[in-house]
């Protein structure tokens, strides 16, 4: 007989022992704890013909979202797929989800995964990949809506529901509703304290508020509940990094990097991220970095030949010309020209935000910075369709206004600067921008009074 799981779900399988073993590795992945695959693949080891643990397994591959996992993805995607006919309907959901991704079409693989949430809306690994899909593709109205139709169906009696909250949060704060965002954070976390997940959704709202005090606090309070054995670690160390670097603390950042965000062999791709725009945003402050851009270029060369995602090609780019290699930039401009002209969700991605984004990060270290300009500022509105984070995306901004303001672009340096310092008047950093752009625009007065303001917040 058919058994169902802890959230009262379907499954295809009459086996306990696999069942167990699917809860197992999913609570795993709910926390981004190491290591869920290994304990599916032993579940499927004993049981090959474990739909939900195919299911599970295609999942965590997608969420990869690099090239070299593709494979695996793939390969785990057609032996689901050759159990279609003893899988229930919930499980076929799955199926046509990882195989419209394996077939380029991220879109429709969230769309799918929706589905499957409309008749299962306690489908807890349906949700959370729904969700990652979401960010990788910028659907920032998804992020806070998603959860939201399934919360009704849950309660805190019902395990997982905190981490249902932890990614409700995340979407309000990617939707500007810091308050609500917050406090549901901070209820996800009182439910499950080791949730990363959650952690970092209100590392958001005090990055984006400027509440850099707060942050730091929040961070170290809490640093034994996501830090250790967590596949997301390195980003939640980038966050705190992030703070300090705001207030100026370039060397405390550089000890964070080297201690916590460095790329390690074999590390995934988000991390490579991470480390790559610390180093970026210490370069554009005109911070040394010594020779640690190179472990990072060694790192993006052979991810980034087949421009798999574009949101990565950025980072690669900014790695490339970080440390000098104009023939991998070349390289991979002309791959992201080829891949722009295709079809599928990446190439969409490419074309509408990588290609540009990557030819003016290109065009900015050559110090062709009115290129730099002219194709990042119409960029800048619609960048959230390759995904990312609000704060992961601020980078192109940071750029545009560096370019701005070594390109004599005074009058846009001052404009974008105001929006700065409006939105996060807490920020030691955008008054320390601000100081510039107003005293290359001749308002010598304004930036004496930016530079004053600087002095107070690092006090």
């Not at 160390?237 to 460095?262: F, K, N, V």
């Not at 560096?402 to 005074?410: K, P």
């Amino acid at each position: 007989m058919a058994l169902k799981d802890i959230h009262g779900e379907p499954v295809s399988t009459s086996d306990r022992r696999s069942l167990d073993r699917f809860e197992h590795a999913l609570g795993l992945l709910n926390g981004f704890f190491a290591d869920p695959l290994t304990a599916i693949d032993e579940a499927l080891e004993e049981d090959p013909d474990f739909v939900m643990g195919h299911c599970l397994r295609a999942a965590l591959m997608l969420m990869a979202a690099e090239k070299s996992a593709e494979p695996e993805l793939r390969r785990s995607v057609e032996a689901a797929e050759g159990l279609v006919s003893s899988a229930n309907d919930r499980e076929r959901g799955h199926i046509a989800a990882t195989r419209a991704w394996a077939d380029g079409d991220f879109h429709r693989a969230g769309d799918l995964y929706g589905q499957v949430l409309l008749d299962h809306p306690r489908d807890l690994l349906a949700l959370q990949v729904a969700h990652q899909i979401d960010f990788f593709v910028g659907n920032t109205a998804l992020l806070r809506d998603r959860p939201a139709r399934v919360l009704p169906q849950w309660d805190p009696a019902i395990p997982g529901y905190g981490y249902v909250l932890g990614m409700q949060a995340f979407g309000l704060e990617e939707n500007n509703m810091f308050r609500r965002a917050e406090d549901t954070g901070r209820h996800a976390v009182e439910l499950t304290p080791r949730d990363p997940w959650a952690i970092h959704a209100v590392a958001h709202v005090m990055e984006m508020e400027g509440r850099l005090g707060d942050g730091i606090r929040w961070m170290t309070s809490r640093v034994n509940d996501w830090a250790p054995d967590n596949m997301l670690a390195v980003h939640n160390w980038w966050h705190l990094a992030l703070y300090h670097l705001d207030y100026g603390q370039s060397d405390r950042t550089l000890e964070i990097y080297d201690q916590h965000i460095r790329p390690r062999p074999g590390g995934l791709a988000i991390e490579l991220v991470d480390a790559t725009s610390m180093l970026w945003r210490l370069h554009l402050r005109g911070v040394g970095t010594g020779d640690r851009w190179r472990t990072v270029a060694d790192a993006w060369e052979p991810m980034c030949e087949d421009g798999y995602y574009a949101f990565n090609d950025m980072h690669a780019m900014m790695a490339f010309v970080g440390d000098g290699r104009d023939h991998a930039a070349r390289r991979l401009l002309e791959m992201l020209n080829r891949r722009a002209s295709g079809t599928g969700s990446n190439a969409a991605m490419t074309r509408e935000v990588g290609l540009p984004v990557c030819a003016a990060i290109r065009a900015f270290a050559d110090g062709f910075h009115d290129l730099a300009i002219d194709l990042l500022l119409p960029v800048r509105s619609i960048a959230h369709r390759f995904g990312g984070s609000n704060a992961q995306r601020d980078i192109i901004t940071l750029t545009l206004i560096e370019a701005a303001l070594r390109g004599d672009r005074a009058n846009l340096a001052r404009a974008l600067t105001a929006e700065r310092t409006d939105l996060k008047p807490s920020s030691p950093f955008n008054w320390a921008l601000a100081a510039r752009a107003l005293e290359g625009a001749g308002d010598t007065t304004a930036a004496e009074c930016a530079r004053r303001r600087l002095a107070r917040l690092q006090a």
